[in-house]
């Protein structure tokens, strides 16, 4: 049986990778993906039958899309694959950032993370240096900040959401994530008025 984009269930399967002669090749899947995002999981209910359908279909785009890979050879001596997922969108934010900047689906950036988080920098900056971690904290997508905190495809990484990485504001993930704290008058934290 053939996918949407023309790669096999059996490569699929068989994690086939697909070669791309151009980088362009890879924005088409991603403006596909994008464009179903915005029109069926933006700011809907999660439980309707349709919702999870269009969910799964999305997550087969996804799937499909992680086998195509660029070879640069031109810009590293090593040379970078890029596939999908690093591949600066907009104002170089990736696939993650985005979803996480317009505070898309929680459980599709967890879905990410977790199935696809080997094929790309999760500590990846932005123009503004924020990192998939510092935009989840600042936007209360607190289950993917978790997600990627607690990420190890590697045992010997530990930093894989870049924790430390400073914004041009001058702030880290910690920074944005006490801020979310509120106190009461005794300087306890009040979990009534967290965020």
Known sequence: MIAENGITNEGIENNLIIYVNNRDELLGPIQEIRR????????????????I????????????????????NENDAEYEEENIFNVPIIRGYNMLMLLCN?????????HIIENYG???ELGETNEKKETALIIS?????FDVAAS??????????????????????????LDYMLAKINYDEDGNIDSKKMI
């Open 36 to 51: 179903k995002i915005t029109k069926y999981l933006h700011e809907k209910d999660k439980t309707t039958p349709k919702y």
């Open 53 to 72: 359908r269009k969910m799964e279909q999305i997550k087969l785009l996804i799937l499909n899309g992680s086998r195509l890979r660029y070879r640069n």
């Open 102 to 110: 317009y505070k898309i689906d929680e459980d599709l950036c967890i």
């Open 118 to 120: 080997e094929l790309f």
């Open 137 to 141: 904290i600042k936007n209360n997508m």
């Open 148 to 173: 990627l905190i607690d990420y190890r495809h590697d045992p010997f990484v530990y930093d894989y959401p870049n924790m430390g990485q400073l914004d041009n504001s001058k702030k880290n993930a």
